[in-house]
């Protein structure tokens, strides 16, 4: 089993929806936590970043993390056309190395 | 907007060229990685350094080596490119401190034919 299970969808939506993105995770020592995008033939670009369990927003994206589930998640708000990419989630605990899930792709219909 | 550059973005290469895949990064970041990913798939980590002469094989097994002989250069080497060599390998970085995101690169696209 995984350290880090990401549905790989893809996920489609129409422009507009509120979008729901999932990762749950086995080890409970991860502490710090991070959502990247992912567009067509470019590097991962680092979306959200967040430590411990709580919210947090930045525009039309928000992080959740929860702990006790050990289930992170990310919602867009208002999704854009512009927003079709593949969305990775990524956790470690402090000093080791970063643990990727495998990532979903989403895509937003005009 | 993170600082890190990968060269060439695409190359095309016969079987049993050596090549090295160019890494650099602007922001001092002692930590430096090289991922493989195939198209629509996963991240592996082949390579990575802790910084100057430190070098780590990461989890996936990897033909190609790496040397760190300058903080803001992180080569990655194949001595005799294969077909199976075919992906698209990724540079990042990362500063001090445990808690430190990684910054990546645009990637390069090797096709081996």
């Known amino acids: 089993q995984k350290e880090v299970e990401q549905d790989p969808g893809p996920l489609s939506v129409p422009e507009g929806a509120i979008v729901s993105l999932n990762c749950t995770y086995s080890?409970?020592?991860?502490?710090?936590f991070m959502w990247y995008r992912q567009y067509s033939r470019k590097g991962p670009e680092l979306l959200m970043y967040?430590?411990?369990?709580g919210n947090k927003e930045d525009g039309r994206f928000t992080a959740q993390v929860d702990k006790s589930s050990k289930y992170i998640s990310l919602f867009i708000r208002d999704s854009q056309p512009s927003d079709s990419a593949t969305y990775l989630c990524?956790?470690?605990?402090?000093?080791?190395?970063?643990?990727f899930g495998g990532g979903t792709r989403l895509m937003v219909k005009p | 907007e993170a600082d890190i550059y990968q060269t060439p973005r695409y190359l095309v290469i016969g079987t049993g060229k050596k090549i090295t895949l160019e890494c650099s990064q602007t922001?001092?970041?002692?930590?430096m990685y090289w991922y493989q990913q195939d198209p629509g798939m996963e991240l592996h980590l082949i390579h990575y350094?802790?910084?100057?002469?430190?070098?780590e094989k990461g989890d996936l097994s990897s033909e190609s080596t790496v040397s760190r002989i300058r903080t803001e250069h992180f080569p990655l080497t194949l001595e005799s490119a294969r077909p199976s060599h075919t992906s698209q390998y990724l540079c990042?970085?990362?500063?001090?401190?445990?808690?430190?995101?990684?910054?990546f690169g645009n990637g390069t696209r090797l096709t081996v034919t």
């Open positions: 990524a956790m470690y605990n402090a000093g080791n190395m970063l643990t």
């Open positions: 922001m001092g970041h002692d930590k």
């Open positions: 967040t430590y411990s369990s």
């Open positions: 350094s802790y910084g100057v002469n430190s070098t």
């Open positions: 080890n409970s020592a991860f502490q710090y």
């Open positions: 990042a970085s990362s500063g001090k401190g445990g808690d430190s995101p990684l910054h």
